[in-house]
């Protein structure tokens, strides 16, 4: 079965930090990566997509994939209260047109 | 420009009954996609549509339903309900389905008593 896995947290930051947030995945095919936030209630906001490896900066997040670890990963630079959400890695698998698949989310919190 | 919307936001059924949830993408945008989030885990895809016809289905019982119409607008129908049916609906559009990216819209809040 193909899978997305995401440590459910929380992870606990002071405001500042750097927060970093991991995520690996099962199909060796896989295409696309991106990175969701999503607050509490609200729907995922599409903050990063990924499609090679090696790093992708915007702003204060930089993504990072790495396709023979199956591995991916976001940090958020410079963290922020307003940060606090719910973090989700979405993997596009090749077969699957544009269906994701997500994994469990990672809440972050950051603490003033 | 507006962006997906959804309705209805909120919406409370009896195990049993059925529900049929909407959506209208981007302007412009020809492929719907419905994903299923219950609280506490990631949203799950159920169906995607393009063009009125079917590309995709997740791993749903014959429950769910879908349809695309003429305008690109989509319907997600669910019969029976279960318990296990109350979860967030998330619509989410895309130019078409080999896209990359998709946009969701607020969802639709469906709890099953």
């Known amino acids: 079965q193909k899978e997305v896995e995401q440590n459910s947290g929380p992870l606990s930051v002071p405001e500042g930090a750097i927060a970093s947030l991991n995520c690996t995945y099962s199909?060796?095919?896989?295409?696309?990566f991106f990175w969701y936030r999503q607050y509490s209630g609200k729907s995922p906001e599409l903050i990063m997509s990924i499609y090679s490896n090696g790093d992708k900066e915007d702003g204060r997040f930089t993504a990072q994939l790495n396709k023979a670890s199956q591995y991916v990963s976001l940090l958020i630079r410079d963290s922020q209260p307003s940060d606090s959400a719910t973090y989700l890695c979405a993997v596009n698998m090749e077969d699957a047109g544009n269906m994701l698949t997500f994994g469990g989310g990672t809440r972050l919190m950051v603490k003033p | 420009d507006a962006g997906v919307t959804q309705s209805p936001t909120h919406l409370i059924k009896t195990r049993g009954q059925h529900v049929t949830l909407r959506c209208s993408p981007i302007s412009g945008h020809k492929s719907v996609s419905w994903y299923q989030q219950v609280l506490g885990q990631g949203p799950q895809f159920i169906f995607q549509?393009?063009?009125?016809?079917?590309?995709g289905r997740g791993n749903f019982p014959d429950r769910f339903s879908a349809r695309q119409f003429p305008n690109y607008s989509s319907e997600l129908n669910v019969n029976a309900l279960l318990l296990g049916d109350s979860a967030l609906y998330l619509c989410?559009?895309?130019?078409?389905?080999?896209?990359?990216?998709?946009?969701f819209g607020p969802g639709t809040r469906l709890l099953v008593l």
């Open positions: 989410a559009s895309s130019p078409d389905p080999r896209a990359e990216t998709q946009y």
């Open positions: 549509y393009y063009e009125k016809e079917e590309r």
């Open positions: 199909d060796r095919v896989s295409q696309s």
